[in-house]
């Protein structure tokens, strides 16, 4: 294996590879890995959660780097696990993960930070028609404080409403910046998301996903003056009337309940019987 000190980390691609031994364990243990179970790793770096992967009980592990610079670190690890190792080189925000086989069960990652949020929405559009119900993410701890966001919080965005409908998240730990090599500036937090398989349509619904982006474009704005903006056309005080919500209210006083209920008034005054 080569040497940490003949390999520059990319500030681009966001690399702060995990190097705490402890926090691994934790993550091993979180995970519960099975015989059963098939591993999508986002991230191998220079493959020190990878090899824990690999040697875990898991049937099969993928693992995604964009990196070829991080061959030397990583080469061995198929010759050590052969017919249980599979590294995927390229973009994990363009890879096709419903072309994977076997479909992953479980995602364990060390995930870049600078793309938390597209990433998760690329795994979700994919991932559940697969079958995949588990996510066990290292993330900054911000991005997993919005995640796990109620309502009436400042945190509250799009992807936590979406994941509160389609399962849980929950933040299992904080992770100090020296479980790090190099340390990043931020907390770290492992988020655990559980999907229950109810509404796991909703993050390839272009009427979804638009309606959340624009009752949150502008915080300050109540809701209404929000999707005013996105479809001038809808009455859209009949709309909320609809699906009991108050005609003063602001994106994030909103539970999921009353979101999915807005989004199917919103569907029906757009396709009127």
Known sequence: MAHEHSFRTKKSLGQNFLVDRNILRCILEQAHILPEDNVLEIGAGQGVLTRELAASPCAFLFSVEIDDGLEPYLRDIQLLYPGKFALLWGDALVLEYASLSPAPTKVVANIPYNITTPLLWRLLEQL??????????????????????????????????????????????????????????VVSALLEIRLSGTYSFLPNDNLWRDLLRSGFAQRRKKLTNNLRSFLPSIRWREVLDTSDIHQNARAEELTAEQWIALWRSLKKSLSPE
């Open 128 to 185: 559940p028609g697969m079958g995949t119900s588990y996510f066990l993410l290292m993330v900054q701890k911000e991005a997993a404080e919005r995640i796990t966001a109620s309502p009436g919080t400042k945190e509250r965005y799009p992807l936590g409403i979406t994941l509160e409908l389609m399962g849980s998240a929950s933040s299992v730990r904080e992770v100090p910046p020296t479980a790090f090599r190099p340390a990043p500036a």
